[in-house]
């Protein structure tokens, strides 16, 4: 599967991740035009073999999908250096923190402009859940508001 990261709804990161739980055969490569080392740690941590920027010569992503498809893995040269660290076990910086699935699509559906009950509704849970959830990714970031939330959601390839 060739994977876009910043799509509306279900963002590609999360998308990997349930796909891939529901066949850890299949072979995702990312296509982003994100080149954030955190985006691509975050999607080798979903499940991703491959991770290739939209920018890129078209004979690139055919070198990942072939890779791939054979077993093996293909990761831009803008982001080799993530992947070698993560095989180290280096840790690079303040880690970022994690998200849950809830708290991403949380995130994405805030930074799209709908409301708490609009999201509720979505989600199928209560506004004051949703309330609870914004609350939270707020303190955990360490942001006051919404457009703080937005541009975060920007830097880590949520939205586009």
Do not use: W
């Not at 599967?1 to 850890?24: H, K, Q, S, Y």
């Not at 990312?30 to 941590?45: F, G, P």
């Not at 699509?105 to 930074?111: A, F, H, M, T, Y």
Request: proline share 4%.
């Amino acid at each position: 599967i060739v994977m876009d990261i910043g799509m509306p709804g279900l963002d590609g990161i999360e998308a990997t991740r349930r796909i891939l739980a529901g066949n850890p055969a299949i072979k995702v490569v990312a296509l982003s035009t994100y080149s954030d080392k955190r985006i691509a740690q975050q999607m080798m941590e979903a499940g991703a073999k491959g991770y290739v920027r939209k920018d890129a010569a078209p004979e690139e992503l055919e070198q990942a999908l072939r890779q791939t498809a054979q077993g093996g893995s293909f990761f831009s040269p803008e982001v080799t250096g993530t992947v070698m660290a993560r095989l180290r076990g280096e840790a690079r910086g303040t880690p970022a923190p994690t998200l849950s699935a809830r708290e991403r699509e949380v995130l994405q559906l805030v930074c799209e402009g709908h409301t708490n009950r609009d999201i509720g509704i979505r989600l199928q849970i209560s506004h004051k859940t949703v309330d609870t959830h914004r609350s939270n990714l707020m303190h955990k970031l360490g942001i006051h508001d919404v457009a703080g939330l937005t541009r975060y959601a920007l830097r880590i390839g949520l939205i586009s």
